[in-house]
């Protein structure tokens, strides 16, 4: 009787684990990143309630009131082909940006990102959502994408069912790119193929020292 109970202890433990294992599988990344976010809100809004108004709050309640959006998620693109579309190429990364919405209305972002297998919270501040927001409602934009690319940051999107990008932030004069200006596809992975062979020109020179970290915006 003894070695039955320890038996089916045993493999009660086992279905547990295995149980939690699958579990845990099943949690999507964008899943964990919620989590460590609604965990780490109330001590970000501490935060920000301290300088509420650097974040464009009228008052300390406001900011009290705020509350997560939906996050953007960062993709990159390791090979372009110019002949596939972009949506085809862009390969998830363990990045996103959550906006913190006050009545309807981006205040700031939460950057959270996947490091050493840990999801933490890596910055607070910026405009990326926000600037996706408004360029999109500008041109009629939708299903926009975050594009890393190297040190630069770009947003792909559809406009009438066609494929368009823009930098958010910093223009690239020297390329002809505009802070915010619509391209059309064939001009963007033109751009992105240049790109690429500059960096691969600077790793050969050793010039690392002329690239600047990728913006988010500032508030």
Partial sequence: ??????????????ITIMLLTVISYAVSPLQ??????KE??????SSLESN?????????DQVKKSY???????????????NKSLYDQIEETSFYVFPVMYNGKIMTDITVSLENNKWKVIDI????????????NKY????????????????VAKKEDKEVAYLPFIADLEHGFKEKEIVDENKFKKHLVEKVKEYV??????RYENLIDIPVGRN
């Fill in 40 to 45: 780490s809100f109330p001590e970000i809004l």
């Fill in 68 to 82: 997560l959006g939906e996050p953007f998620q960062h993709f990159i693109i390791q090979d372009i082909d110019e």
């Fill in 1 to 14: 009787m003894q070695l039955r109970k320890k038996m089916f202890i045993t493999t009660l433990s086992l």
């Fill in 140 to 155: 009629g934009l939708s299903d926009s994408k975050v594009l890393r690319n190297n040190k630069s940051i770009y947003v």
């Fill in 201 to 206: 020109d600077m790793e050969k020179n050793n």
């Fill in 52 to 60: 509420y108004k650097k974040y464009e709050y009228q008052t300390k």
């Fill in 125 to 136: 501040g910026g405009s990326l959502n926000k600037t996706i927001y408004e360029v999109s």
């Fill in 32 to 37: 964990q990143a919620k989590t460590v976010v």
